[in-house]
């Protein structure tokens, strides 16, 4: 089974996990939470060595999943997680311009490719916008192994 891997990102306090959860709930989907998982693993550090250590945890988690849809919400301030994660569907919460870490706000970059920017916290819309976006996917997915 072909697992779709969506990941929201976003600044801290910017949405990720309030559109994930509901998501994840909508969609039978598995939800992997980063600061659950940082909970877990009683790992705080966000050095960039923090930051890649987590993104592997993310990815060996969703790997793991049973699930045919994992949605992960993380903040996501490195290209290289992206590389690592390697998300078939990438959502940007682009609803805040600074959040509530400045190492955070200095660290983060806008991710250069995304499938959906979400700009304000219309939940019902963004929902919506997301279940159509892994609709889309999924029928091309199935148009391309034919």
Known sequence: MKKIKVLILGL???????????FAKK??????????????????????S?????????????D??????????????????????????????????????ESMNKMFKPPARFHLRIKKKELRLNLKKLNNKLDNYLKIKKTTKK
Not at 12 to 22: C, D, F, Q, V
Not at 36 to 48: A, L, P, Q, T, V
Not at 74 to 96: E, G, H, R, S
Request: charged fraction near 35%; charge should be positive.
């Open 64 to 101: 793991k999943s049973k699930k045919k849809i994992i949605v992960a919400d993380f903040v996501c301030p490195l290209k290289k997680q992206l590389d690592i994660f390697k998300p078939d569907i990438i959502v940007w919460m682009d609803t805040i311009k600074k959040g509530r870490f």
């Open 12 to 22: 801290p306090g910017s949405g990720k996990t309030y559109l994930a959860k509901r």
């Open 27 to 48: 969609n039978n989907a598995e939800w992997i939470n980063a600061d659950k998982i940082r909970g877990r693993y009683n790992d705080w550090d966000f050095s960039y």
């Open 50 to 62: 923090g930051i890649i250590r987590q993104v592997k945890r993310m990815k060996k988690l969703a």
